[in-house]
């Protein structure tokens, strides 16, 4: 009994961990590494930002300035030009996506 409990509560965080404040299932690829970036252009009409980056393990990226589209287009209104950001990548069909940021600080 004194290992159920431990058990079960590790089996239970994983679940919680999927959503988030608001109660809607979070994406599956939140695992993804963040990498540092700098936000070289905001398209919005496109629907993709331009980012200069490192080596992207998660998507098998060499360090380029390359256009990504966004989980998410209100991130578009947020981004700019400039800023540079911690972000993860990954593959949704053939095109690279930015499925989480954060600001750098």
């Known amino acids: 009994m004194r290992l159920l409990f431990p058990l079960l509560l ?6 919680h961990a999927q959503h988030n404040h608001h109660g809607a299932a979070a994406p599956a690829t939140t695992a993804a590494p963040l990498s540092d970036g700098l936000v070289k252009k905001v398209d919005k009409a496109a629907g993709e930002v331009v980012i200069q980056h490192g080596q992207l393990d998660s998507i098998g990226m ?16 947020r981004l700019k030009p400039g800023d540079k950001i911690r972000f993860a990548a990954e593959m949704k ?12 600080k």
């Open 10 to 15: 590790a089996l239970a965080l994983p679940v």
């Open 62 to 77: 060499p360090p380029m300035t390359m256009a990504f589209g966004v989980a998410d287009k209100t991130w578009l209104d």
């Open 93 to 104: 069909g053939s095109t690279p996506v930015v499925s989480r940021y954060e600001l750098a």
